[in-house]
């Protein structure tokens, strides 16, 4: 029984190590990297805390070195969703009867575990399963992750904390109960630190989870899921579930005790996930929470008085770190004519300047993209672009999977602002510039705002402030995520909570209070202290 009001640890952002010449860490990520490569795991599903193998196996390869295999893993269909979703009703009330700070012990418990034991362990498997580098596994599946562990643990006491006022006589109090079912937790391939949080905050506001991880990054989200088993969370509680997606799917979508959608992916399946839960209201015990945070057509938008050293660096780094592959990346810029020349020289050189291949080489600035699926489809829309008259690629435009998945970071030029890499998702290293005349700066702010149906991440980029301010009101819905002179990517758990609107989310900002506040169902608690005796009403005597 709790007899305090605890408080919980005031949360910073945990520092990015470095990773210099003759560092501790590197040593250890090093050491890590060997022994990951020599010796595959075996992951299997988790259901009710047992670990279970299915006879349906997949393989999680490098998508540097296609030949490399890193671990194999069970996959669930039809029958292991059920199991799950059995076993997270099962496991529901008792986690979510326990007192909130004995559920926050265990993700602060797990902060701590990842802060040290499994830091390596972590960054490592995110390296060689997604392609990172070490710089972005460190910020992604080490302080990206501690991040949200602890910071939600302090944004979950703000909610329990805000109660109402009481009149004379009463109290009342306002109790934040975790929803009434199971939550469904989809994830994406491309940040670890998402991956677990998807299933992890919900979890911490005393939902049950089903998660289910992407196929192309199990082992980064297993060992996130091994670190929360280590750290005391109880059997059932979330259940891991990698796995053919449409079975799995349809039994979590159909189900009568769905109560809410946690995703992050692309804007068609989330779509169909709505239409799904629209279709299936009246099957439902109560209506399920969406949350999604979808695509995106991140944009750069310069003035012709931008810092255009900084300028520079922000697209090369907004476009190209990870290979494109954030939700965040700078994919399309409007550049002023009178800045271009400069620009371009500076762009073109440090673009083709980046070193490209195995992460393990920490002299490299990108890696492969994700999967064979990912480089045909990038790799399309460079060819299109060569083939299109309005369209010149200025810089990289070279692809080869003879080894993995390699695309050279590319920059292209179009004279049309609504080309088809102009205004498409493609999620992959392609940055297309749009030149517009100094004299059409509205016009090309109307442009930036009404191209694409996204609204994730956008910046621009200006000295003057009126000019700020005007660009900030024209594009005050084109972005959840607005950077003033600042690259696009990058947004740190309690700085930036990130999510976007339009096409590209519910913009319930994960990394901060208002998604915690979806996991919820609130009770109002009115206790009277004063006798009532008389149903008569001081109105009603005669006057």
């Given at each position: 029984?709790?007899?305090?009001?605890?408080?919980?640890?005031?949360?910073?952002?945990?520092?990015v190590?470095?990773?210099?010449?003759?560092?501790p860490?590197?040593?250890?990520?090093?050491?890590?990297?060997?022994?990951?490569?020599?010796?595959?795991?075996?992951?299997?599903?988790?259901?009710?805390?047992?670990?279970?193998?299915?006879?349906?196996?997949?393989?999680?390869?490098?998508?540097?070195?296609?030949?490399l295999?890193?671990?194999?893993?069970?996959?669930?269909?039809?029958?292991?969703?059920?199991?799950?979703?059995?076993?997270?009703?099962?496991a529901?009330?008792?986690?979510?009867?326990?007192?909130?700070?004995?559920?926050?012990?265990?993700?602060?418990?797990?902060?701590?575990?990842?802060?040290?034991?499994?830091?390596?362990?972590?960054?490592?498997?995110?390296?060689?399963?997604?392609?990172?580098?070490?710089?972005?596994?460190?910020?992604?599946?080490?302080?990206?992750?501690?991040?949200?562990?602890?910071?939600?643990?302090?944004?979950?006491?703000?909610?329990?904390?805000?109660?109402?006022?009481?009149?004379?006589?009463?109290?009342?109090?306002?109790?934040?109960?975790?929803?009434?079912?199971?939550?469904?937790?989809?994830?994406?391939?491309?940040?670890?630190?998402?991956?677990?949080?998807?299933?992890?905050?919900?979890?911490?506001?005393?939902?049950?989870?089903?998660?289910?991880?992407?196929?192309?990054?199990?082992?980064?989200?297993w060992?996130?899921?091994?670190?929360?088993?280590?750290?005391?969370?109880?059997?059932?509680?979330?259940?891991f579930?990698?796995?053919?997606?449409?079975?799995?799917?349809?039994?979590?979508?159909?189900?009568?005790?769905?109560?809410?959608?946690?995703?992050?992916?692309?804007?068609?399946?989330?779509?169909?996930?709505?239409?799904?839960?629209?279709?299936?209201?009246?099957?439902y015990?109560?209506?399920?929470?969406?949350?999604?945070?979808?695509?995106?057509k991140?944009?750069?938008?310069?003035?012709?008085?931008?810092?255009?050293?900084?300028?520079?660096?922000?697209?090369?780094?907004?476009?190209?770190?990870?290979?494109?592959?954030?939700?965040?990346?700078?994919?399309?810029?409007?550049?002023?004519?009178?800045?271009?020349?400069?620009?371009?020289?500076?762009?073109?050189?440090m673009?083709?300047?980046?070193k490209?291949?195995?992460?393990?080489?920490?002299?490299?600035?990108?890696?492969?993209?994700?999967?064979?699926?990912?480089?045909?489809?990038?790799?399309?829309?460079?060819?299109?672009?060569?083939?299109?008259?309005?369209?010149?690629?200025?810089?990289?435009?070279?692809?080869?999977?003879?080894?993995?998945?390699?695309?050279r970071?590319?920059?292209?030029?179009?004279?049309?602002?609504?080309?088809?890499?102009?205004?498409?998702?493609?999620?992959?290293?392609?940055?297309?510039?749009?030149?517009y005349?100094?004299?059409?700066?509205?016009?090309?702010l109307?442009?930036?705002?009404?191209?694409?149906?996204?609204?994730?991440?956008?910046?621009i980029?200006?000295?003057?402030?009126?000019?700020?301010?005007?660009?900030?009101?024209?594009?005050?819905?084109?972005?959840?995520?607005?950077?003033?002179?600042?690259?696009?990517t990058?947004?740190?758990?309690?700085?930036?909570?990130?999510?976007?609107?339009?096409?590209?989310?519910?913009?319930?900002?994960?990394?901060?209070?208002?998604?915690?506040?979806?996991?919820?169902?609130?009770?109002?608690?009115?206790?009277?202290?004063?006798?009532?005796?008389?149903?008569?009403?001081p109105?009603?005597?005669?006057?």
């Open positions: 029984m709790s007899n305090g009001i605890f408080s919980t640890p005031t949360p910073i952002n945990e520092p190590k470095p990773y210099g010449p003759g560092s860490e590197k040593r250890d990520i090093k050491k890590c990297l060997t022994e990951m490569k020599a010796s595959p795991i075996k992951i299997p599903l988790v259901i009710g805390g047992e670990h279970v193998f299915t006879s349906k196996m997949g393989q999680v390869n490098c998508p540097h070195n296609t030949s295999t890193l671990a194999t893993f069970s996959q669930g269909g039809a029958k292991e969703a059920q199991l799950a979703i059995d076993a997270s009703l099962k529901r009330k008792h986690w979510a009867s326990l007192p909130w700070e004995d559920r926050a012990a265990v993700f602060l418990k797990a902060a701590d575990l990842l802060t040290t034991k499994y830091r390596a362990r972590m960054n490592a498997a995110t390296m060689l399963g997604q392609s990172k580098t070490v710089f972005q596994a460190e910020i992604d599946a080490a302080c990206e992750l501690i991040d949200f562990f602890r910071f939600n643990v302090h944004f979950a006491e703000q909610i329990y904390r805000q109660q109402p006022i009481s009149a004379p006589g009463t109290w009342n109090r306002l109790s934040a109960r975790g929803l009434e079912g199971f939550v469904y937790a989809v994830a994406p391939f491309n940040f670890t630190s998402i991956s677990v949080n998807l299933a992890a905050t919900p979890a911490l506001m005393g939902c049950s989870v089903l998660w289910k991880p992407a196929a192309t990054a199990v082992l980064g989200s060992i996130g899921m091994e670190i929360l088993e280590e750290a005391g969370l109880p059997a059932g509680v979330i259940n579930i990698p796995g053919d997606a449409a079975e799995i799917s349809n039994v979590a979508l159909n189900h009568k005790d769905l109560a809410g959608v946690h995703f992050t992916g692309s804007t068609n399946t989330f779509n169909n996930i709505w239409q799904t839960v629209g279709n299936n209201l009246s099957k015990a109560s209506y399920p929470r969406l949350v999604g945070e979808t695509g995106g991140d944009f750069v938008f310069a003035h012709h008085s931008a810092d255009v050293d900084m300028l520079a660096v922000a697209l090369v780094r907004g476009a190209f770190e990870y290979q494109g592959q954030k939700c965040s990346a700078a994919s399309r810029a409007y550049i002023p004519r009178s800045i271009w020349p400069k620009l371009k020289d500076k762009l073109v050189a673009t083709e300047e980046l490209m291949g195995d992460p393990e080489d920490f002299t490299n600035f990108v890696g492969a993209v994700i999967d064979e699926r990912a480089f045909k489809k990038i790799k399309n829309y460079i060819e299109n672009a060569k083939a299109d008259s309005a369209c010149k690629v200025i810089a990289g435009g070279h692809c080869d999977s003879s080894r993995g998945y390699f695309i970071p590319t920059i292209i030029e179009t004279t049309n602002p609504k080309s088809t890499t102009m205004v498409e998702e493609i999620f992959g290293p392609v940055l297309t510039v749009y030149v005349e100094d004299k059409d700066f509205d016009t090309a109307k442009l930036c705002d009404e191209s694409t149906p996204y609204a994730l991440t956008g910046a980029f200006a000295k003057d402030r009126h000019t700020i301010h005007q660009m900030s009101a024209a594009l005050e819905n084109a972005a959840g995520n607005f950077y003033i002179n600042d690259k696009p990058g947004a740190v758990v309690g700085q930036q909570p990130f999510g976007g609107a339009r096409a590209s989310g519910t913009n319930d900002k994960a990394g901060s209070v208002y998604n915690l506040l979806r996991w919820v169902n609130h009770r109002t608690i009115k206790e009277n202290y004063l006798p009532i005796v008389d149903y008569r009403y109105f009603m005597a005669e006057p």
